[in-house]
């Protein structure tokens, strides 16, 4: 058991379909009961179907997300960006090449 700021910190070691799983840093603060666990202490675990190696408490929830636009959403801004940045540039080039070959012609 590990003491952290703002809580707990524990080992658990549990077995799924056969196989022994360890974690490294289950957060426990305020959820594993009134008090910290001590060794020997028995915990509810959610393992994930398509990986049993990773777990969380019973009842926790997983964060909603960010805030902000995904990834993707920012790589389609920097796309679209990108195409009318190339395509400004590539029509005052050839502006500026006709401009100059109607000046060079008698």
């Given at each position: 058991m590990v003491h952290v700021k703002g809580g707990t910190k524990v080992h658990v070691s549990y077995r799924v379909d056969g196989?022994?799983?360890t974690t490294n840093d289950?957060?426990?603060a305020g959820k594993a009961g009134p008090e910290s666990p001590e060794p020997g202490t028995a915990v509810c675990l959610e393992a994930a179907a398509t990986d049993p190696g990773t777990v969380r408490l019973c009842g926790q929830k997983y964060p909603t997300g960010d805030k902000v636009?995904?990834?993707?959403?920012?790589?389609t801004a920097a796309g679209?960006?990108?195409?009318?940045?190339?395509?400004?540039?590539?029509?005052?080039?050839?502006?500026?090449?006709?401009?100059?070959?109607?000046?060079n012609t008698p």
């Open positions: 196989h022994r799983f289950l957060p426990v636009i995904p990834a993707l959403g920012l790589l679209i960006a990108g195409t009318a940045m190339a395509g400004g540039w590539f029509t005052v080039t050839a502006r500026h090449r006709d401009l100059a070959t109607r000046r």
